[in-house]
């Protein structure tokens, strides 16, 4: 007989059990990876606001922005009474032969909020869903005849098969293999695009490209597209009739301080933008391509392809997904969540521009925009360098193990020291990242700068000694 555990006896689970469940039946790992960190080592009682609330009773303050999803911070009480009447009313979230009026109406909404006729929608669950829907809609666009798509260096577009394939940075160090014809440029070079662009030629001399997918603001490494480059981009693909699809999967709903990251220049228009995240409200896992109306059509708008569109064949428009989805822009609009992340980055980007100018020692350069901004830690003691030869496997060949170090320890003592959860990325130069949720006020971003500040005033040294000696004591 087979022994379950009851989801009440899941809630009881404590933290050394969970460990053993995930080294068990999950990954070996990834337990001894994030025990590395003292969020590691804790489990979660509740999430409120930007707030989250650990079994012992410490308030933490979420300064990670749910890595894109929390724009409306944890549990927004709109969006769980939108679920909860959903729930109440016993809707039904299963639409296949019947039409969802959630569906309808989302996709209408998307087509006011966005610009120009970027009018029609799909909506499947994850970022790379929505990113290999927007592929295959510009590869049909074109019947098949194109066989070449272009995505920047740096990018990150997700993790399956095809937009692992069109993942240019370090995430993707494995080569798994993935669709055809991929060719990447330098990230914001329009000679670089043009170059390529030039080489796929047919015999006949015909445009070979049937895509460009791009990130105008690359959260993954806070690199940003130049305005120069994004009306480049446009000018070449409306000449050359290439599908521009622009990735705002994290960027969107207004992180950066604009609805969307290409929004803030008038006229600027892609035939396809991709979006998910803080689309859900922090609740539902739904993400969307949109594209330009006479692009779709062109692609599936007859009977025979009118079911070619779908990434995924059970799971897109799902009830209470799209029901969440409304209310999360609703909130948007609403309460202005642009004009809110231009609120947060006044306050903050002065302010790590003021510790970036204290310790120059530490930190090469801060980036970002609205309410996503980047650190790079990647100055420190060369030593370190020699320190990563020692390392066992592959640590040692990464170039960014310092950089790694010292952000994780800052990391480390932010959350231990300070109650500030945030986090890091692998790709680029791995920057810290500081992505509030628009919820946050003055108080919370204030409260993270001087947490901030005070970590780096222990001094590398002192920091890095004790990161380790928690590791090592950890593995033991
Ligand atoms: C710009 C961008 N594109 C695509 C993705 C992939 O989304 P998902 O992880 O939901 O597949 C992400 C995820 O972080 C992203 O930031």
């Known amino acids: 007989m087979a022994e379950l555990l009851s989801l009440d006896d899941t809630e009881r689970l404590s933290v050394a059990e969970v460990h053993k469940l995930y080294r068990k039946f999950v990954n070996r790992s990834q337990v001894s990876l994030m025990t590395s960190f003292g969020f590691g080592k804790e489990l979660v009682e509740r999430a409120e606001g930007p707030w989250i609330h650990t079994r012992d009773g410490r308030r933490i303050l979420d300064f990670t922005g749910g890595v894109g999803v929390l724009n409306h911070g944890h549990n927004h009480p709109r969006i769980l009474a939108a679920r909860q009447k959903f729930a109440e009313r016993h809707r039904m979230e299963v639409h296949k032969t019947y039409f969802s009026p959630y569906v309808a109406a989302l996709s209408h909404n998307l087509a006011q909020l966005l610009p120009g006729d970027l009018d029609m929608s799909f909506f499947p669950n994850s970022g790379a869903e929505a990113v290999e829907g927007a592929v295959k809609l510009a590869y049909k666009y074109h019947g098949g005849k194109r066989n070449t798509i272009l995505h920047a260096d740096i990018s990150f577009h997700g993790k399956l098969l095809g937009s692992g394939s069109l993942t240019g940075g370090a995430q993707n160090h494995f080569a798994f293999p993935g669709i055809s014809g991929v060719r990447s440029f330098p990230y914001d070079d329009l000679d670089g695009v043009r170059r390529l662009v030039a080489e796929a030629r047919t015999e006949r001399g015909d445009c070979d490209v049937y895509a460009i997918l791009?990130?105008?603001?690359?959260?993954?490494?806070?690199?940003?597209?130049?305005?120069?480059?994004?009306?480049?981009?446009?000018?070449?693909?409306?000449?050359?009739?290439?599908?521009?699809?622009?990735?705002?999967?994290?960027?969107?709903?207004?992180?950066?301080?604009?609805?969307?990251?290409?929004?803030?220049?008038?006229?600027?228009?892609?035939?396809?933008?991709?979006?998910?995240?803080?689309?859900g409200g922090g609740k539902s896992s739904i993400s969307a391509y949109i594209a330009r109306n006479p692009v779709f059509r062109k692609a599936?708008?007859?009977?025979?392809?009118?079911?070619?569109?779908?990434?995924?064949?059970?799971?897109?428009?799902?009830?209470?997904?799209?029901?969440?989805?409304?209310?999360?822009?609703?909130?948007?609009?609403?309460?202005?969540?642009?004009?809110?992340?231009?609120?947060?980055?006044?306050?903050?980007?002065?302010?790590?521009?003021?510790?970036?100018?204290?310790?120059?020692?530490?930190?090469?350069?801060?980036?970002?925009?609205?309410?996503?901004?980047?650190?790079?830690?990647?100055?420190?003691?060369?030593?370190?360098?020699?320190?990563?030869?020692?390392?066992?496997?592959?640590?040692?060949?990464?170039?960014?193990?310092?950089?790694?170090?010292?952000?994780?320890?800052?990391?480390?003592?932010?959350?231990?020291?300070?109650?500030?959860?945030t986090y890091y990325t692998l790709n680029g130069r791995s920057p810290l990242v500081a992505a509030p949720p628009l919820v946050c006020g003055t108080a919370e971003v204030e409260q993270f700068l001087d947490a901030f500040a005070q970590v780096l005033e222990t001094g590398l040294s002192r920091l890095l000694t004790r990161f380790v000696k928690e590791k090592v004591t950890s593995l033991w």
């Open 214 to 279: 791009i990130e105008p603001f690359s959260a993954s490494t806070m690199r940003r597209c130049s305005e120069e480059f994004l009306r480049g981009l446009r000018e070449l693909c409306t000449a050359e009739d290439i599908v521009l699809i622009f990735d705002e999967i994290y960027t969107g709903w207004g992180k950066t301080g604009s609805l969307f990251y290409f929004m803030r220049y008038e006229g600027l228009l892609p035939d396809v933008v991709t979006t998910s995240k803080s689309f």
């Open 300 to 421: 599936y708008d007859s009977l025979t392809d009118a079911l070619l569109q779908s990434t995924s064949t059970t799971y897109y428009g799902f009830g209470e997904e799209t029901a969440t989805a409304i209310e999360a822009i609703n909130i948007v609009v609403d309460d202005d969540y642009p004009m809110r992340a231009r609120a947060i980055e006044k306050v903050l980007a002065p302010g790590l521009e003021r510790i970036r100018k204290e310790h120059p020692d530490v930190i090469s350069d801060v980036q970002g925009a609205g309410a996503l901004y980047g650190i790079h830690l990647d100055g420190g003691p060369k030593v370190l360098d020699l320190v990563a030869k020692l390392a066992p496997g592959g640590i040692a060949r990464d170039p960014l193990f310092r950089t790694k170090l010292i952000t994780c320890a800052v990391i480390n003592a932010l959350y231990r020291d300070h109650d500030i959860y």
